[in-house]
T-cell receptor, first 110, second 108 residues
Framework: NAGVTQTPKFQVLKTGQSMTLQCAQD?????MSWYRQDPGMGLRLIHY???????DQGEVPNGYNVSRSTTEDFPLRLLSAAPSQTSVYFC?????????FGPGTRLLVL | GEDVEQSLFLSVREGDSSVINCTYT??????LYWYKQEPGAGLQLLTY?????DMKQDQRLTVLLNKKDKHLSLRIADTQTGDSAIYFC????????FGTGTRLLVSP
């Protein structure tokens, strides 16, 4: 199993650009989520999904959209990037009480 | 909402024990986790405990939970330089709330 994979590893955007951060898992987990990590702070939940076709907001959802058309994929969309969205983004999937995190995408918005 | 706090930094010598502390505000029943993050990497689950337990031991790791004081700790026995990393406590099940992380530095 590849586990949780994320692409790209690193991205630079200009303010106002849009992009999609990809996340995939091959463990057939129903639950997936997106977090962002900022310096001096813990991870904060952006959006999560309990299964295909079902998504919900986390603690910091503004500026981000998600969809879940398959069990495997959970992309995170930035519609109009802002400098405040400069962060490291982690995707995770969960089985039981254990969450598995991807390696992260480092995003810089200029 | 839930608040999870950790001290920012801990420095120990190789071979000593390390104790990383975490406090939280919401006493509802749930899971409490310890994650390790090495530079440039994702989060690695180290261990977890359910809130009705007091202690859990897993090789060099011991987790202690004081429900009255809402205090969670992670003890690493015989700390090695490879244990240098940031350690996060987290609380919850579907929605995890993370502490700010404790940077552990182990010197030879």
């Amino acid at each position: 199993n590849a586990g949780v994979t994320q692409t790209p590893k690193f991205q630079v955007l200009k303010t106002g650009q849009s992009m999609t951060l990809q996340c995939a898992q091959d463990m057939n987990h129903e639950y997936m989520s997106w977090y962002r990590q900022d310096p001096g702070m813990g991870l904060r939940l952006i959006h999560y999904s309990v299964g295909a076709g079902i998504t919900d907001q986390g603690e910091v959802p503004n500026g981000y959209n998600v969809s879940r058309s398959t069990t495997e994929d959970f992309p995170l969309r930035l519609l109009s990037a802002a400098p405040s969205q400069t962060s490291v983004y982690f995707c995770a999937s969960r089985e039981g009480e254990t969450q598995y995190f991807g390696p992260g995408t480092r995003l810089l918005v200029l | 909402g839930e608040d999870v706090e950790q001290s920012l930094f801990l420095s120990v010598r190789e071979g000593d024990s390390s104790v990383i502390n975490c406090t939280y505000t919401d006493s509802s029943s749930t899971y409490l986790y310890w994650y390790k993050q090495e530079p440039g990497a994702g989060l690695q689950l180290l261990t977890y405990i359910f809130s009705n337990m007091d202690m859990k031991q897993d090789q060099r790791l011991t987790v202690l939970l004081n429900k009255k004081d809402k205090h969670l700790s992670l003890r690493i026995a015989d700390t090695q330089t490879g244990d240098s990393a940031i350690y996060f406590c987290a609380k919850g099940f579907q929605k995890l709330v993370f502490g700010t992380g404790t940077r552990l530095l182990v010197s030879p």
